[in-house]
Nanobody, 122 residues
Framework: QVTLVESGGGLVQAGGSLRLSCAAS????????MGWFRQAPGKEREFVAA????????YYADSVKGRFTISRDNAKNTVYLQMNSLKPEDTAVYYC???????????????WGQGTQVTVSS
């Protein structure tokens, strides 16, 4: 069973920062790539960022490139999303997920956790 728990969301003013965390069970985490997604009200879930198992390959959506940084600590079975220069359009529920296949990012699993709410006020 895949267990992923997101945390770190909250309310922040535009221009501010937040760091999201995603804790995974050992069998969930190793040796898979991990990704972050988000879903704003009335919109479909969208890709935000992904990181390979080794951490040396990262991908970002154009909308967050240069502002968000994905990282992971394999010893802690945790993946992070550092979000800087936040904008009101970053407001969404943020989800993490594991790659369906292996150590480089291709596609997320079909099941999703609860997510963590990020609200950016203008």
């Amino acid at each position: 069973q895949v267990t992923l728990v997101e945390s770190g969301g909250g309310l922040v003013q535009a221009g501010g920062s937040l760091r999201l965390s995603c804790a995974a069970s050992g069998r969930t985490f190793r040796p898979y790539a991990m990704g972050w997604f988000r879903q704003a009200p009335g919109k479909e879930r969208e890709f935000v960022a992904a990181i390979s198992w080794s951490g040396d390959i990262t991908y970002y959506a154009d909308s967050v490139k240069g502002r968000f940084t994905i990282s992971r600590d394999n010893a802690k079975n945790t993946v992070y999303l550092q979000m800087n220069s936040l904008k009101p359009e970053d407001t969404a529920v943020y989800y993490c997920n594991r790659d369906k296949y292996g150590s480089t990012w291709r596609a997320p699993l079909d099941s999703w956790g609860q997510g963590t709410q990020v609200t950016v006020s203008s």
